[in-house]
């Protein structure tokens, strides 16, 4: 994640291949990176389900990668250079965004309301600066499983009790 962050990219951490595919469902396409071992797939399993909607970044050892393929799936052995890594990610974001991107489904303006809500009622409430309140928003919504509209909801209703 420091990387993307140095890269100025924002990333979404998954703790397995099933939370991976339903964020990259959600979002429409996305770069994932990843190392060969998931906690429920390989690499390679995860690249043949997101086939047209990711591409994937596995980055292992050399005999790892050795193990695995797919048309959507890219290797990186480790050690890989701040350098080498960058450019990579680069590359495979031009072509996500080119060749794979889906438009996101349109927020009603009612969710819209929602969110906007609940970010200030945790703003307020936590004193939490806007990009902190909507990083746990977006966190409470991909644990439940709902759309963030749905978990906006639910967080002005929770501090109504």
């Known amino acids: 994640m420091r990387l993307l962050t140095l890269e100025g990219l924002e990333g979404v951490p998954c703790t397995g291949g099933a939370e991976v595919l339903r964020t990259v469902r959600r979002l429409g396409s996305a770069v994932v990176i990843c190392g060969f071992y998931l906690s429920d797939m390989t690499a390679d399993t995860l690249a043949e389900d997101l086939r047209g909607f990711a591409v994937v970044l596995v980055i292992a050892k050399a005999a790892y990668l050795e193990l695995c393929g797919g048309e959507n799936l890219y290797k990186l052995a480790v050690p890989v250079s701040r350098v080498e890594f960058s450019a990579t990610l680069r590359l495979l974001l031009d072509y996500e965004s080119s060749h794979l991107r889906r438009p996101a489904a349109r927020r009603s303006e009612a969710d819209q309301d929602l969110i ?46």
């Open 116 to 161: 906007r809500r609940a970010k200030e009622l945790l703003m307020d409430v936590n004193r939490m600066s806007e990009e902190e309140a909507h990083r746990f928003l977006r966190r409470r919504a991909m644990d439940a499983g709902v759309k963030l509209g749905d978990a906006a909801r639910r967080i002005i209703e929770s501090y109504r009790l």
